[in-house]
């Protein structure tokens, strides 16, 4: 064997173990963004379910505190806006989902004037379907948080910081609340 064959063979050793690498790396960038991607489905129901308790207890509070117009109307428009955000947009839907529960936490305030509206059994309940639906979303953001790290690290760590970059790979924002108290807490609810 001549040294041109062996050039070549040794050569052609790098190159398709170059290319191997990159394959492994990017599927394991798809694989990371595909997780991401579908934790936040994770939270976005989460959310939905939210949304779609806020119409009935804006009625049973109106009932009790129809003078709390404002406060009523600004979590009805802000639950408009969330549902109006295009689910894709993981930015938008965070932002207005903390938005909403801000607006959650004004009403429950409001609530909290209110004796025979806390006393009321359908509003117990409805409190009660989102303090659950608060921990799951909670439950949820975690999840969707924990595939965020492992994603943004795999794709700054080298040499995929490279192949992230060629192929367009960019990272994802973590889900992170508004206002800290929300950690400890779901917004505003207190029974």
């Known amino acids: 064997m001549n040294t041109g ?12 173990i170059v290319a191997l690498t990159v394959w492994v790396i990017y599927n394991g960038l798809v694989a990371g963004r595909n997780n991401v991607r579908e934790s936040f489905s994770g939270i976005y129901v989460q959310l939905k379910r939210r949304a779609d308790l806020i119409p009935n207890l804006v009625e049973t509070v109106k ?45 429950f305030a409001v609530a909290e004037k209110y004796p025979n509206l806390k006393a009321s059994a359908n509003f117990l309940k409805l409190q009660e379907a989102l ?13 969707y948080n924990s595939n965020v790290a492992d994603y943004n690290t795999a794709a700054e760590q080298f040499p995929a910081v490279l192949v992230a970059k060629k192929f367009g790979f960019t990272p994802e924002p973590y889900f992170a609340v508004a206002d800290r108290t929300e950690v400890a807490e779901a917004p505003g609810v207190s029974l």
């Open 5 to 16: 064959m062996i050039v070549l063979i040794v050569l052609g050793g790098v190159v398709l």
């Open 63 to 107: 009932g009790y505190a129809a003078h709390e117009r404002e406060t009523l109307e600004a979590v009805t428009r802000l639950r408009t806006a969330f549902l109006a955000a295009n689910p894709d947009d993981r930015s938008a839907v965070m932002g207005q989902s903390n938005l909403l529960a801000g607006a959650l936490k004004s009403l």
């Open 131 to 143: 303090v659950e639906t608060e921990d799951q979303i909670a439950a949820a953001r975690r999840i």
